[in-house]
């Protein structure tokens, strides 16, 4: 355990912030840094691997004949530590204080990269085989929407086939309630533009005469979303896969967070789809979000203009079985329905498409992580889903065709992605047992 | 007439923009000039008198005893002329072409500025008594809102005392066709500040728990104004007066522009208010138009928040009978009304309130201008209205109580505010004739 947090403290003093090309070489460091340390533990075909932007790590063993192949993916990339002046600690001089480890990574994800590491190590240097065969895909672009993963797998399905893979970027539901994150949503997005007018107009001189762009795209982005928070596009909800009466069971006897969540966003009030709880809402129903939108004057004081053009950039977030294409499309239509006819409007289909990412509920290998941390905790996990999207698990389902057994040991209150970042040393203690159970586990697996 | 013409060019190449600093030596130029030209002409008590902002000019004539005291209006400020690349002479170079003069200023409103001053001079050269009393006030603020002018005004209530105003800020109908500009519309307008959280938020990680400030703001604006161009805000038409069915009459007989205005200004069509013509909707009935929106991402690609706050600036056209003050508070109250209750809705009155404006139309000014000109056109002229604000008549209104008679000899085609800026040579020499016959017919004014 003490050389686990040492290992992790150095890696913690790489900042291999992959955001700022400034910290390319850092990133690259920790590339380095990551391949000698899979090295250090006996793997083999120890590569660190060019990418169009940062490199990726590889490693594997290969050497349990009959036994399933798992990807261990993971990213040694890490979000900025801004803004500097709210952490108690230099984000990248990493410390203990309170059985906490605080630095930049501590949680999002050094830490948990180490576990599945430091569990084949402990068996290798005793001189035992794995009880699995295991291919290391850790990356360094997953803060940055992992730009380069999709291509470089693709270009690398043999090197990466495998049965499963396991992803230690993920989570825990509570200091003592081990959780599988089985579900992530999907994505599909617009851009709308609109024009009413070559130029912006004088709003005494032409009002009255000339259409608003601004005004026009305040009809139709009320069109997409009622008051309500119902999304009005048509067919939108049609291809949304039932959940299962036992499912929104399990989901309503966890324990409730929503004001909780309230509080720490500074809401006034959560709000969303009619008939939902908030964790229904955020898990299990789609949802549609003006990400942006913008037309005319935003200066200081006045300036009495009609703007010529206005644009909105919207994303959805999607569940089992909505396709992102067809929803893409479903919200071009809608748009060019509910427009008004006095403007020009553009609607285009928008980046970072991705399906939603549900474990189908008898996979074995989630069976096998559920008897690994209920050996570990004492009890069984909590199955949980997510609203966000993880490229990673989308990309090696779409490119390798496996699924992503989630296993990380980092908890909600750690703040990854903002000042003060930590671990606590227990859960990366339970990780390091638990990865050594899942290992065993996986070998069993039917 | 080609002194007229000399002195116009003199004064357009001082480049007295107002609203750039850099320019503010060149705006005082241009009032050094016109203070010496009302000297040269014969006026008295000639001085350029400093405001917080740019200064004014002021010049007299009073020695008409019983016989009306009349204020000239006039501004001696310039729009930028950017962008440069579109004229095809520099701007500040004026040059004949074609029977026009061009360069900045020239049509808005060198040219009107000089007219009263040569029609004065025209008299008191001759050895003649002017018909009537007069006074300058040119102002160096009118590009910029006339800043200073009230406030001046109303600490000059006894030096501006008269019987009535005349502007040369004005226009005619068309090049044979004489008009008196008699209405203008009034103007109120607010903020609106949403917010729905204390930072922005990932839209997966939220998407379906966390309202969304842009979306609340579309639903606000939304419920401004119907998609068929009417307001919907609780109370807004209450206090429009009625126009009688004499003027709409008058309105709907001058020459159709609806198409030559949308085919001008590139738009797929007019759009506003129901029932009425595009004419009516700019000139008699009040408008609300969204000046600016934002919230969110605006950059390029996308970046998947949900908004913690969104903005709009919006402002309305007003007609008599309504109320700044009063709209005002409509709208506040109305957004406050509409606003979704998970979200916090700030509504703040802005600026540039200014009370709508029509003279009266047995107002004997008018009569007297209406005589003049068609003295010099050999037809009477048509009596017009205009969408826009003009903050100097409101402030002579409201500050020295009297009306404002418009008198200005530019055409709607000219290029105000535009590259090749330009004023017809033959304008000028009606504006010179027209000036001198309505010095007499005030004069003779019951």
């Keep these: 355990m003490s050389n686990l947090i040492d ?6 003093r790489i900042p291999s912030v992959s955001t700022d090309p400034a910290h390319s070489q850092d990133v690259a460091a920790a590339a380095r840094w990551t391949a000698e340390r899979l090295q250090a533990a006996g793997l083999e075909q120890v590569a660190v691997m060019p990418t169009a932007g940062h490199p990726l790590v590889y490693g594997e063993w290969l050497h349990a004949p009959g036994r399933p192949t798992v990807v261990f993916y993971g990213h040694f990339d890490v979000q900025p530590p801004d803004p500097l002046d709210l952490w108690t600690s230099p984000p990248f001089e990493p410390v203990v204080r309170d059985g906490r480890l605080y630095g930049r990574g501590a949680s999002d994800m050094k830490g948990n990269l180490l576990l599945a590491v430091v569990a084949c190590e402990a068996l290798l240097k005793a001189g035992q085989p794995l009880p699995v065969n295991v291919k290391f895909l850790y990356e360094g672009e997953e ?11 693709a270009a690398h399905h043999d090197l990466y086939a495998c049965d499963l893979a396991v992803s230690a970027d993920s989570l825990q539901y509570g200091p003592d309630q081990p959780a599988l994150l089985v579900g992530l949503r999907g994505t599909a997005g617009i851009e709308i533009d609109v024009r009413s007018a070559a130029t912006d107009a004088h709003s005494g001189l032409m009002g009255g ?11 139709i982005l009320a069109a997409l979303k009622g008051p309500d928070g119902r999304i009005l596009v048509q067919g939108f909800y049609d291809d949304v896969r039932p959940v299962s009466e036992d499912e929104r ?7 409730d967070d929503a004001e909780s969540i309230r509080q720490s966003a500074g809401a006034r009030a959560l709000a969303g789809e009619p008939g939902f709880t908030p964790r229904e809402r955020n898990w299990i129903r789609p949802t549609l979000d003006i990400n942006g939108m913008w037309g005319g004057y935003q200066g200081a004081g006045g300036k009495t203009v009609i703007p010529a053009e206005a644009h909105a950039k919207i994303t959805c977030r999607l569940v089992p079985d909505q396709d992102p294409a067809k929803i893409a499309t479903l919200l071009q239509e809608h748009v060019l329905r509910v427009a008004p006819p006095e403007v020009e409007v553009a609607v285009r289909a928008r980046g970072g498409r991705s399906r939603p990412y549900v474990v189908p509920a008898d996979h074995p290998g989630l069976a096998a992580a559920e008897r690994a941390l209920a050996a570990v905790y004492g009890r069984a996990p909590h199955r949980i889903r997510m609203g966000a999207s ?13 699924w992503t057994i989630p296993f990380g040991f980092g908890l909600a209150d750690e703040n990854a992605h903002a000042p003060d970042e930590f671990v606590r040393l227990s859960s990366m203690e339970r990780g390091q047992a638990a990865f050594g159970a899942l290992l065993k586990e996986l070998g069993a697996m039917g």
């Design 7 to 12: 290992d992790l403290k150095a890696l913690i």
């Design 143 to 153: 803060e940055i929407g992992s730009r380069s993963l999709g291509e470089f797998v």
């Design 209 to 219: 005469l000339l259409p608003n762009a601004a005004q026009a795209l305040a009809h």
């Design 249 to 255: 069971a399990a989901m309503a006897a966890l324990p």
């Design 390 to 402: 993880v490229p990673a698990t989308t990309i090696l389902r779409e490119e390798l065709g496996v």
